[in-house]
């Protein structure tokens, strides 16, 4: 189980940075399980191809395990934009963006080493 104050840092992000965006909508979905979660993160805001692949690799980074002991401490600094998303790229396992009709979908999953990703996701 993720801890209750990383999951809530994780979610204080990610909704900053779509936020930054002015979106007139944004929806967090969150399932947990023993061995993990999926957060999704869905808004109206346009962007462009290249913009969705600057998110996508920010929040794909190289794990960095040890920056997890950090991460608490770093709550009320003004990261912005993708600053604030590569902080979230080493935390997650995996994360994928992708455009919507209406805007993009963020999904990020965490977990131990054990935890299967493709058994959380939302219907498309």
Do not use: C
Not at 66 to 83: I, R, V
Not at 91 to 120: C, M, S
């Amino acid at each position: 189980m993720i801890r209750t104050d990383l999951l809530l840092q994780l979610i204080t992000e990610i909704s900053s940075f779509i936020l930054e965006g002015r979106p007139n909508r944004m929806v967090i979905s969150l399932h947990q399980e023993p061995g993990g979660l999926h957060l999704a993160i869905l808004d109206d805001k346009k962007r462009t191809d290249e913009e969705i692949t600057e998110i996508s690799r920010a929040l794909n980074k190289t794990k960095r395990p040890e920056l997890s002991g950090y991460y608490g401490t770093m709550t009320g600094h003004d990261f912005l934009g993708n600053a604030r998303l590569d902080m979230l790229g080493w935390q997650v396992k995996h994360a994928d963006v992708n455009r919507t009709a209406e805007g993009i979908k963020i999904d990020l999953w965490l977990g131990n080493d054990k935890f299967d990703p493709t058994n959380f996701n939302l219907p498309s």
